[in-house]
């Protein structure tokens, strides 16, 4: 599918500065110890101080690994990665707000896991939907993502960025939230550089991998999800404290708790 001059990227990876397992600095000794990747995006939610501080880190020790500024921003129609986006954007905005603040400051707006099981909506991920990414000027579908629960959502994307592939470049990116999930899905590109990269996604030249079927590594991230699940709970704390979300309401109590009292 690719040769050697083309290159690998993954433009989808989380870290302890939202709900990530591991530190920005343990991802980038993952990375350059165990994959052959070339460009990273550390995509936290509503944040990029994990992809600042690894950018810091790979400069600092000179690493063979170039990271790209980046968040995913959870809008109110769907999660959107915006890449090359040094300055925060503000979550809870609609998709084509969320989409204009990610260009605004140069960015490129990927729509993060399209077509997700409806479930994650009633769990509170908010989703987006064919309409949403029909009228939306996003750059880039995610087209490959593993997550072992979007098997069947990446061919859905797939399908529609084909369709679309003249206005919409395809991009790979794990999503990972543990070490052993990095490089799983990719992005290649011609050439090896940061810039290379985004011409790339701005002439949709680019392709993807995918993860495919690995027990071992569903069995890795089900160890994991208490640990993912409390760091999000923090990562959302701090959003309410920092105000850019509100706080849940309170439980509203039932008369089984009043004849409990």
Not at 187 to 195: I, K, N, Q, W
């Amino acid at each position: 599918m690719v040769n050697d001059a083309w290159s690998a990227a993954d433009l989808h990876i989380h870290t302890t500065h939202s709900d990530g397992v591991a530190t920005p600095s343990e991802v980038l000794d993952w990375v350059c110890s165990h994959t052959d990747l070339k460009i990273i995006a550390i995509a936290d939610h509503n944040t990029n101080s994990g992809s600042i501080e690894a950018a810091r880190i790979a400069k600092d020790r000179g690493l063979p690994i170039e990271v790209i500024i980046a968040q995913e921003v959870e809008s109110s129609d769907g999660h959107i990665v915006g890449l090359w986006t040094p300055e925060l954007v503000r979550p809870l905005m609609n998709a084509e707000d969320t989409v204009a603040a990610i260009h605004a400051q140069g960015g490129l707006a990927v729509a993060a896991h399209p077509f997700a099981p409806r479930l994650w909506s009633r769990a509170g991920l908010d989703r987006g939907n064919r309409g949403i990414y029909d009228r939306v000027d996003y750059d880039a579908m995610e087209v490959a993502n593993s997550n072992p629960l979007l098997f069947i959502a990446n061919w859905s994307a797939q399908l529609y960025q084909h369709r679309n592939r003249e206005r919409l470049a395809c991009t790979g990116g794990s999503d990972a939230h543990i070490l052993w999930v990095i490089g799983s899905s990719r992005t290649y590109f011609p050439g090896e550089t940061p810039d290379d990269l985004r011409a790339a996604i701005e002439n949709k030249t680019t392709r993807v991998s995918r993860p495919g079927y690995s027990l071992m590594r569903q069995v890795r991230y089900a160890r994991n999800v208490p640990d993912i699940r409390a760091r999000d709970r923090e990562r959302k704390a701090r959003e309410v404290e920092a105000g850019i979300r509100e706080p849940k309401p309170e439980k509203r109590e039932t008369r089984a708790d009043r004849r409990a009292h």
